[in-house]
């Protein structure tokens, strides 16, 4: 009943900028920490960038400095910018969520989106 879908992948180049999106919807009670992770071909995946409830946030060394993860609470959405973009920066990204649904025992899934592509090169 609940899903994420990201949106905002493309090809860049070199010091560009891109902003990814990501919405859940479906049977949601409350959403706690929301995140951004990538992998790229033959690695495994990592963190990028996560975000309590309360804005606290968190970045992955390569990229601080140069990114900003975001929320709107009201829209159930969860946002990354990325700037000064570089090659290694190339990779699928997938969006993060821990989402507690609204049923009667409020239990607590982490859900996963499919995946957005994110390809730098000139």
């Known amino acids: 009943q609940v899903q994420l879908e990201e949106s905002g992948g493309g090809l860049v180049q070199p010091g560009e900028s891109l902003r990814l999106s990501c919405a859940a919807s479906?049977?949601?009670?409350?959403?706690?920490?929301m995140g951004w992770y990538r992998q790229a071909p033959g690695k495994q995946r990592e963190l990028v960038a996560t975000?309590?409830?309360?804005?606290?946030?968190r970045y992955a060394d390569s990229v601080k400095g140069r990114s900003t993860i975001s929320r709107d609470n009201a829209k159930n959405t969860v946002y990354l910018r990325m700037d000064s973009l570089k090659p290694e920066d190339t990779a699928v990204y997938y969006c993060?969520?821990?989402?507690?649904?609204?049923?009667?025992?409020?239990?607590?899934?982490?859900?996963w989106g499919q995946g957005t592509q994110v390809t730098v090169s000139s």
């Open positions: 993060n969520a821990r989402i507690i649904i609204a049923t009667s025992t409020r239990p607590l899934y982490s859900y």
């Open positions: 479906g049977n949601i009670f409350s959403i706690n920490t």
């Open positions: 975000i309590t409830t309360s804005g606290n946030t």
